[in-house]
C-alpha cells in the first residue's frame, strides 16, 4: 500500500532551459542555459489547484492535463506515494516552442518537485539522478534536453537497450530503454549566447524534414565534429568553429526557418560559432571570444533578440 502524503508538505525548484544538438551532436550533446522555471508544490486537501504565470501561461491546461502536473504524478508514483491533493505553482520564464527545451525543463521540474515533496516529508522512496533522467527522458525518447536541466553544464547521453526501464509507464515510456547521460566540466572561458525570436517552430514539423538515410561521408563527419565538440568544450575553445558544423540536421530544416539560417550563417560567417538550438528556431553561439559588434542590430533586423545567459547549473531545490 502506497504512503499518503501529509497535508502541508510543500518543495519548490528552479529548472534550468536547455538547448540540444549543439550543432553535431543530434539528439546526444546538449547544454543548460540560464533561462529558469519556477515550480512549486504544496500537498493540500482533495483536488488539484493550478497556476501559472509568465511564458506560454493562456495556452496551457490548469488540470491534471498540464505538463508539469503529470510529471509530478509520475514522480510520486515511482516513488511510492500518493497526496489526497495538491496545489502547483509554476512561474515561466522559457520561452515555448523556441528550440530551448521548455516542455523538457517542465518535467524536470515536475519530477524535481515530487522528489522534494517526498523528500521533505520522510517517505516514501526518493528520486535519484539516474531516475530523474530516466523518467524525465521517457516523455520524448531522447534525453539531451532532459539531462541538461537535471545534471546542468554540457552533457552527453544515449539511450541503451536493457530488460525494463524505469517506472510503471504511466509517463509513456518505451519499456526496454534506458537513458543515462554524463556532465562535461565547460571550460570556464566559453560563454552563452542566444537569439530567441518571437515565432515558434514544432519539434515534431521539423524532425519531419529530416531524411530517413544520409550519405556516409555526412555521417563520418558528423561523428568526428561531435567527438571534437567534447574537446572544444572542456578543454580547447578555440576548435569551437570546426566542432559546431553540422551536416545532419540544420540544413534540412533551413527551408521551414530562413530567418535562423540567416543568421547561423550571418555569424558563422565572422568566426561566430552559432548553432541553431536544438530544432529551432532560437539560435545558440558558445564561443570564449566577444560578438561581433553589429551582432545585436543583425539579430534585431531578423526579428531576434540576442542575450548572454550562463550556462546553468541542473535543476535545484530551494
Not at 544538438?21 to 489547484?49: H, Q, T
Not at 526518493?126 to 530516466?134: F, G, H, R, V, Y
Amino acid at each position: 500500500m502506497k504512503s499518503v502524503l501529509p497535508v502541508g508538505v510543500h518543495s519548490a525548484v528552479r529548472v534550468p532551459a536547455s538547448s540540444a544538438n549543439l550543432g553535431p551532436g543530434f539528439d546526444c550533446l546538449g547544454i543548460a542555459l540560464g533561462i529558469y522555471d519556477d515550480i512549486s508544490a504544496s500537498v493540500g486537501e482533495p483536488g488539484l489547484r493550478v497556476s501559472v504565470s509568465g511564458e506560454g501561461a493562456q495556452g496551457v491546461p490548469l488540470d491534471d492535463a498540464h505538463l508539469v502536473v503529470r510529471a509530478i504524478n509520475s514522480g510520486l508514483q515511482a516513488a511510492g506515494v500518493t497526496v489526497p491533493g495538491l496545489d502547483v505553482q509554476c512561474r515561466n520564464s522559457i520561452p515555448h516552442s523556441r528550440g530551448l527545451g521548455s516542455s523538457a525543463s517542465a518535467v524536470v521540474g515536475g519530477l524535481a518537485v515530487a522528489d522534494g515533496l517526498v523528500r521533505a516529508a520522510g517517505v516514501g522512496n526518493p528520486l535519484s539522478t539516474e531516475t530523474l533522467i530516466q523518467l524525465a527522458s521517457d516523455y520524448e525518447g531522447h534525453p539531451d534536453n532532459a539531462s541538461a536541466s537535471v545534471l546542468g553544464g554540457a552533457v552527453v547521453s544515449w539511450s541503451e537497450s536493457s530488460v525494463s526501464s524505469v517506472g510503471d509507464g504511466a509517463a509513456g515510456n518505451t519499456p526496454g530503454v534506458s537513458y543515462l547521460a554524463r556532465a562535461l566540466a565547460v571550460h570556464p572561458a566559453i560563454r552563452a549566447f542566444v537569439m530567441i525570436p518571437q515565432f515558434e517552430s514544432s519539434t515534431a514539423v521539423t524532425r519531419g524534414l529530416l531524411p530517413d538515410a544520409v550519405a556516409r561521408t555526412d555521417a563520418v563527419f558528423n561523428v568526428s565534429r561531435a567527438a571534437l565538440a567534447v574537446v572544444a568544450l572542456t578543454a580547447e575553445p578555440d576548435l569551437l568553429m570546426p566542432a559546431t558544423q553540422d551536416r545532419l540536421h540544420q540544413e534540412y530544416r533551413a527551408p521551414v526557418m530562413p530567418a535562423t539560417a540567416a543568421l547561423v550563417q550571418w555569424l558563422r560567417e565572422r568566426d561566430v560559432p552559432a548553432t541553431v538550438s536544438g530544432a529551432g528556431p532560437t539560435v545558440l553561439a558558445l564561443t570564449a571570444s566577444e560578438l561581433p559588434a553589429q551582432s545585436r542590430d543583425k539579430a534585431a533586423e531578423l526579428g531576434f533578440v540576442l542575450d548572454e545567459v550562463e550556462i546553468a547549473p541542473g535543476v535545484v531545490v530551494h
